[in-house]
């Protein structure tokens, strides 16, 4: 019986493992059948399976060109993640592409695979400046369409993508990276067209209408670091509560770079949920160099293997300090598919996600699988943030 002690924040946690062996199940043979949990089908050791003793679901973002066509891409989906978010297939560029015709094909797959694998779904995002489909702008800052025309557009879409979806949505990403990094509101079409911010709490409400039962959630990247963005959104939630808008939580996306330190994340996290609020760690990933910037002679930092676990530990422990942490969320698993090297490329950036390009699990997912095993006195997530399977 090992008998390890954990302190998680202020959280002192023994627990007893009644000698479970964490042996990575994502590295078990091709074929080979794994543990089951006695409650469903899935390794007893899975992050998901190790997340449920808190009630902490453990998501990933979801590349749907991948999933059904790739063999272990979709095993690991499935066995791994209690929550999944499509990484593109809900945003309006792509449910929308010729206006006034809705494809909903992919997302709808999505969907499908989260029921038959007891999966919930984050749908994301319904109000943003990017990805939106160029009959709308090209850029989300610029637009050929009248403020009234967008605000009629806006309300029918989230009014139509929300019903579509009803009763399937766990959390509803409505506002996406509405400020800029100086705390500034971002100056997007949609900004443009109500003169301010008053959009936010339209969308809010258009949401609720159109599913009760979703949790709505604003959510943005850089609010883990304490400054003028997490302050500017704090203040933001904080009046939208003060008029009763709709909004039940906030998530911090999580995109984090080692050459930038890791963030005091667990404070953010929860002086958010000391105003009422579920939060979410939704977008998480750790890049750091893979190549040395140009003109240096500087190697790539041998130890910046070693900086990614520990972001990623820390990040983890930060939700599982906070009970109102509900989901950790993962931008996608395999290295290939991760978005960073394509964004982050001079110099270049990458190996920002739990398993590498072959999708064998790295360092990071053992830390992380660890980390969940010793978990087990943290707050449990009890009531609906704990979700509804
Ligand atoms: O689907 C087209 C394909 O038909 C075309 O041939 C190809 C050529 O560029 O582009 C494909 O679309 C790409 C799309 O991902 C799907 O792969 C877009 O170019 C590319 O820009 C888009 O990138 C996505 C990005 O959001 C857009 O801003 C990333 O996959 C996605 O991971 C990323 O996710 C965002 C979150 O939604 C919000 N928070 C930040 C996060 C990272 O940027």
């Known amino acids: 019986m090992l008998r390890p002690v954990l302190s998680i924040g202020l959280v002192s946690a023994t627990v007893l493992l009644g000698g479970m062996a964490l042996t990575g199940s994502a590295s078990a043979e091709p074929g080979a059948a794994p543990a089951q949990s006695q409650a469903a089908k899935y390794p007893a050791d899975s992050l998901r ?4 003793r808190v009630g902490l679901r453990i998501g990933t973002a979801v590349n749907t060109d991948e999933l059904g066509s790739n063999a272990d891409y979709t095993r ?29 094909a992919a997302a709808d797959r999505l969907v499908a695979f989260a029921k038959k694998n007891k999966q919930l779904v984050r749908g994301h995002t319904l109000v943003w400046h990017s990805q939106l489909p160029t009959w709308l702008s090209s850029d989300g800052y610029t637009t050929t369409l009248s403020n009234d025309e967008l605000k009629a557009l806006l309300k029918k879409h989230i009014q139509d993508q929300v019903k579509h979806f009803r009763g399937d949505i766990w959390q509803w990403d409505v506002v996406n990276e509405a400020f800029d990094d100086d705390g500034q509101p971002r100056q997007t079409i949609w900004y ?60 911090f996306q999580g995109h984090l770079d080692t050459q930038y330190g890791f963030p005091d994340l667990q404070n953010n996290l929860q002086r958010f949920a000391d105003l009422g609020l579920k939060v979410a760690e939704t977008e998480v990933d750790v890049r750091t160099f893979t190549q040395a910037p140009p003109n240096e002679n500087t190697p790539t930092n041998p130890l910046a293997g070693y900086a990614q676990e520990s972001y990623w ?73 704990a979700g509804r399977n």
């Open 313 to 385: 530990s820390r990040a983890l422990k930060a939700c599982l300090a906070v009970r109102e942490c509900i989901s950790f969320t993962p931008w996608g698993f395999g290295d290939t598919y991760s978005w960073i090297p394509g964004w982050f490329d001079n110099p270049q950036e990458g190996a920002a996600l739990l398993y590498d390009g072959n999708l064998q699990p790295k360092s990071q997912y053992y830390v992380l699988q660890q980390d969940l095993a010793l978990a087990a006195g943290a707050p449990h997530r009890s009531g609906p943030g």
């Open 49 to 52: 399976a190790l997340g449920d």
């Open 192 to 251: 443009k067209a109500w003169g301010g911010l008053g959009y936010i709490a339209d969308a809010f409400r258009w949401a609720r209408e159109a599913d009760p039962k979703a949790l709505l959630f604003y959510n943005d990247y850089n609010l883990e670091f304490t400054g003028a963005k997490s302050n500017a959104v704090y203040d933001l939630v904080r009046s939208l509560k003060a008029q009763r808008v709709p909004i039940d939580g906030v998530g």
């Open 76 to 104: 690991i989906t499935a066995e791994q993640f209690s929550s999944v978010t499509p990484e593109n297939v809900m945003k309006w560029q792509l449910v929308e592409p010729t206006r006034g015709t809705y494809d909903w």
